[in-house]
């Protein structure tokens, strides 16, 4: 056993270290929240419908002696479409290529087969360690989340893995987020910054600003809407004529549905519900960007564009 005492010698040098950790978990597992916890400002979208994030958005987390890098997958699921498959795909892959795989299970939900699906999958990638995070622990009391975390724990003995940690978070309360960031970054490289200090995504600015206008027309909406909403930025510009300290960004945009029924389910009666997502989306763009945006929205129709391989490449996937 280690016991850590106070040394009278010098301490050596810090090491730096800089790597790339994911978070993976069924849709709706808190993983984006989480991300956006971490990095202290928002990066990934989050919405109560399971299945709102379709790209690979990395969060950085900049400290005195590491810079961590969150990429944040869609949820791994069984699919049902071919933009399903190429989810799961998008999933696996980022599996392989990270330095840390923290696997979101919320506390007020019992281990399901989704859990014991993607859990099984991780029980394959033998090499990179795992971190167990139990969130939305904010939702249960202190007998569910200790049943939570024996059953966690059990369910890698299971599958013959062990976890390299175990960690309850509330990341609406901000409870041990600090503590998470702590512990994932010891299993690190060492090495320099990848990234220059103060960037807190790599994700281009287009996908982002989409992403916000996505999330403001998923909410409120019914449930069978959130897979078939598309949003393309077609084209950002300053506007011209405009003095210097007075600039503004046109941006237009199309919100892709896949059926002529869905039009009036996102525009509303009078086009109420486009103006309330164009407003919402819009406070959103303009503190990301921190300059004044007027963004034109449309609703188009791309008939069932989630089974169609040449909308999806048309659409970013």
């Not at 069984?78 to 506390?107: Q, S």
């Not at 975390?149 to 299971?158: F, N, P, R, S, T």
């Not at 989306?281 to 564009?305: C, M, N, Y």
Request: neutral net charge.
């Amino acid at each position: 056993m280690s016991v850590r005492t106070q040394s009278s010698e010098k301490p050596a040098e810090a090491v730096h270290r800089a790597g790339f950790a994911c978070f993976v978990g069924r849709p709706n597992a808190g993983k984006s929240t989480l991300t956006n916890a971490l990095v202290g400002q928002k990066v990934a979208i989050t919405a109560n419908q399971p299945q709102t994030t379709r790209h690979t958005v990395r969060g950085i987390v900049h400290r005195p002696d590491a810079q961590l890098i969150l990429v944040d997958t869609p949820g791994l699921h069984k699919p049902r479409t071919l933009l399903g498959e190429r989810l799961n795909d998008i999933v696996r892959t980022t599996w392989a290529e990270v330095d840390v795989i923290g696997f979101c299970l919320p506390a007020n939900e019992k281990l399901g087969p989704g859990d014991r699906f993607i859990a099984k999958e991780l029980a394959s990638i033998r090499k990179t360690p795992k971190i167990a995070i139990v969130t939305k622990t904010d939702l249960v009391d202190g007998k569910t989340l200790a049943e939570q975390l024996i059953a966690i724990d059990q369910l890698g003995k299971e599958l013959g893995f062990e976890w390299a940690e175990i960690v309850p978070v509330s990341a609406v309360g901000d409870k041990q987020v600090g503590l998470l960031a702590d512990l994932i970054v010891p299993l690190l490289p060492e090495g320099p910054a990848l990234y220059p200090e103060g960037d807190l995504t790599d994700e281009p600015e287009q996908v982002m600003i989409a992403e916000l206008i996505r999330e403001a027309a998923l909410e409120g909406v019914r449930d069978e809407l959130p897979h078939s909403i598309a949003v393309v930025v077609e084209e950002m510009l300053p506007r011209e004529d405009r003095p210097a300290d007075k600039p503004l960004l046109d941006i237009h945009a199309f919100v892709y549905i896949e059926r002529p029924s869905q039009k009036g389910i996102i525009i509303g009666p009078k086009g109420k519900r486009l103006k309330e997502v164009g407003i919402k989306s819009r406070k959103q763009i303009e503190a990301l960007l921190g300059t004044p945006v007027f963004l034109d929205l449309h609703v188009k129709v791309a008939k069932d564009w989630q089974r169609d391989p040449r909308q999806l490449r048309k659409l970013g996937f």
